[in-house]
Nanobody
Framework: QVQLVESGGGLVQAGGSLRLSCTAS????????WEWYRQAPGKQRELVAT???????NYVDAVKGRFTLSRDNDKNTVYLQMNSLKPEDTAVYYC?????????????????WGQGTQVTVSS
């Protein structure tokens, strides 16, 4: 079992910045893709950004040019730098790690989730 621990959420004024971190506690799970999702009150969870093993990133249009996703494979950590924050960015942010590992002779693919961190942007 892999645990993902998120940090960096908080309250910030519009135009401000926050950096979210997510660290996976594992030595055997090979993380292929990191993902960040967010869920605002009364709304469905949406995919915000992804970064794959080739460091190729993708962003939802709403955050392009403002959010930057990066990964540190040595630390099993992903960072979401959020700049020029807007009130509509207010949500609980979740990280997810998709990857694989061997259990003896059995190959397993899985996605693990963090517990979520609150980001609140005041106007």
């Amino acid at each position: 079992q892999v645990q993902l621990v998120e940090s960096g959420g908080g309250l910030v004024q519009a135009g401000g910045s926050l950096r979210l971190s997510c660290t996976a506690s594992t030595k055997t799970f090979r993380i292929n893709t990191w993902e960040w999702y967010r869920q605002a009150p009364g709304k469905q969870r949406e995919l915000v950004a992804t970064v794959n093993s080739g460091d190729v990133t993708n962003y939802v249009d709403a955050v392009k040019g403002r959010f930057t996703l990066s990964r540190d494979n040595d630390k099993n950590t992903v960072y979401l730098q959020m700049n020029s924050l807007k009130p509509e960015d207010t949500a609980v942010y979740y990280c997810a790690a998709e990857g694989s590992e061997w259990y003896g002779s059995e190959y397993s693919v899985a996605r693990y989730w963090g517990q979520g961190t609150q980001v609140t942007v005041s106007s």
